[in-house]
């Protein structure tokens, strides 16, 4: 079945310096690829859809100075935290959607990239 | 807006025991609707899609079932087991066929 890896699992950082998350789609293509957000013991909130060769296109709220997200190819987004500060501190997870599979409607999902801000 | 809410937020069975997952949502224009598992601290495990046109589906012991004219969804579990200890998440979609929107979830807790 369709695999979606995160790169760190987990991250600490020092307050005011940069985080880049990877997400990569292992035995499928992704054009597009989403990022959410889950802070501890609420639910999943979509951040931002991240389109391969165009602009990320980002929710109500969500900073895309501070949120950079880069999909440069068929298998790869990245979220870049800029500036982390300890109120970015959370669970990131992306998903993506096997291409193969466009009539399902399935999302895979990555396990997950925690972020600790100091 | 759909808001997606799930009931109780927590719930603790003992081993053995069937137990239901409630899950609603209040626009009911929904294609299909997910139930996910998420152990602590990790990524989400797809368990069952129910697509629009269906009341239920299944998978080993689950069976979710799915109402859309009263915008509800259940989560059923037979013959429960501490390995199923875990936040058990609904989710429809939102928009296009790719976004969802998730339920507040529901942590269930299995006492062996």
């Known amino acids: 079945g369709a695999v979606v890896s995160q790169h760190p699992s987990w991250v600490i950082c020092k307050s005011g310096t940069s985080v880049k998350i990877e997400c990569r789609s292992l035995?499928?293509?992704?054009?597009?690829m989403f990022w959410y957000r889950q802070f501890p013991k609420q639910s999943l909130m979509l951040m931002a859809t991240?389109?391969?060769?165009?602009?990320?296109?980002?929710e109500q709220g969500v900073e895309k100075d501070k949120f950079l997200i880069n999909h440069a190819s068929l298998t790869l987004s990245t979220l870049t935290v800029t500036s982390a500060h300890p109120e970015d501190s959370s669970f990131y997870i992306c998903?993506?959607?096997?291409?193969?599979?466009?009539?399902?409607?399935?999302?895979?999902f990555g396990a997950g990239s925690r972020l600790t801000v100091l | 807006k759909q808001e997606v809410t799930q009931i109780p937020a927590a719930l603790s069975v003992p081993e053995g025991e069937n137990l239901v997952l409630n899950c609603s949502f209040t626009?009911?224009?929904?294609?299909?609707l997910q139930w996910f598992r998420q152990d602590p601290g990790k990524g989400l495990t797809s368990l069952l899609l129910?697509?629009?046109?269906?009341r239920e589906q299944t998978s080993g012991r689950l069976n979710a079932s799915l109402d859309k004219s009263s915008g509800r969804s259940t989560l059923y579990i037979a013959a429960s087991q501490p390995g199923d200890s875990a936040t058990y998440l609904c989710?429809?979609?939102?928009?296009?066929?790719?976004?969802?929107?998730f339920g507040t979830g529901t942590r269930l807790t299995v006492i062996p």
């Open positions: 989710a429809v979609p939102r928009g296009g066929a790719n976004n969802l929107f």
């Open positions: 626009d009911s224009a929904i294609y299909n």
């Open positions: 035995d499928f293509q992704a054009t597009t």
């Open positions: 991240s389109n391969e060769g165009s602009k990320a296109t980002y």
């Open positions: 129910i697509q629009s046109s269906q």
């Open positions: 998903s993506a959607r096997d291409l193969r599979s466009a009539g399902a409607n399935v999302l895979t």
